[in-house]
T-cell receptor, first 110, second 112 residues
Framework: DQQVKQNSPSLSVQEGRISILNCDYTNSMFDYFLWYKKYPAEGPTFLISISSIKDKNEDGRFTVFLNKSAKHLSLHIVPSQPGDSAVYFCAANSGYALNFGKGTSLLVTP | NAGVTQTPKFRILKIGQSMTLQCAQDMNHNYMYWYRQDPGMGLKLIYYSVGAGITDKGEVPNGYNVSRSTTEDFPLRLELAAPSQTSVYFC???????????FGQGTRLTVV
């Protein structure tokens, strides 16, 4: 029973344009959300997070938006760069554990 | 600062063999986790620990065991390896809930 869903397995964006990665969740008890980036043969690395009491958090080119009523969050990358090509995982905190989505593979083309 | 260190990076096991995946962190984090990632799938939680001497099951604990005798180390034991345990295993740690987790580089395990 997937509580964190990333319904787009892949996304292709041109360099310089905006990348929008989406994530939906089912558990209203989630209190903290994170985005991770993963390159092949490496472990996931933390990108940005947002508390459930906020609706936006920004860090440089990365912005995460949270819509609690819709149980939806999104990651915006502006402008997208070829080095952003990776798999992005959405994660949600519930008690002690982090629940992960299946990931979205982002390809940024020159 | 090494962060989270996993050993080995790769391993091939025969069906029925046992092994221990090692995980160590040097950040004095209370919480530690073991996840597995199958192709095209997200990370599934196997076991976690909120401190030395305290462990609990995650989503997919069958076939695995853990121990946490020190804050730094959180080994994962596979008993009687099965092909279904072929996966990439990630160890992670964080200070407490509500903070980001730091991941190791992963152990790619193949059971043949």
């Amino acid at each position: 029973d997937q509580q964190v869903k990333q319904n787009s397995p892949s996304l292709s964006v041109q360099e310089g344009r905006i990348s929008i990665l989406n994530c939906d969740y089912t558990n209203s008890m989630f209190d903290y959300f994170l985005w991770y980036k993963k390159y092949p043969a490496e472990g996931p690395t933390f990108l940005i997070s947002i508390s459930s009491i906020k609706d936006k958090n920004e860090d440089g080119r990365f912005t995460v938006f949270l819509n609690k009523s819709a149980k939806h969050l999104s990651l915006h990358i502006v402008p997208s760069q070829p080095g952003d090509s990776a798999v992005y995982f959405c994660a949600a905190n519930s008690g002690y554990a982090l629940n992960f989505g299946k990931g979205t593979s982002l390809l940024v083309t020159p | 600062n090494a962060g989270v260190t996993q050993t080995p990076k790769f391993r091939i096991l025969k069906i029925g063999q046992s092994m221990t995946l090692q995980c160590a962190q040097d950040m004095n984090h209370n919480y530690m986790y073991w996840y597995r990632q199958d192709p095209g799938m997200g990370l599934k939680l196997i076991y976690y620990s909120v401190g030395a001497g305290i462990t609990d099951k995650g989503e997919v604990p069958n076939g695995y065991n853990v121990s946490r005798s020190t804050t730094e180390d959180f080994p994962l034991r596979l008993e009687l390896a099965a092909p279904s345990q072929t996966s990439v295993y990630f160890c992670a740690s964080r200070v407490y809930q509500g903070t980001e987790a730091f991941f190791g580089q992963g152990t790619r395990l193949t059971v043949v």
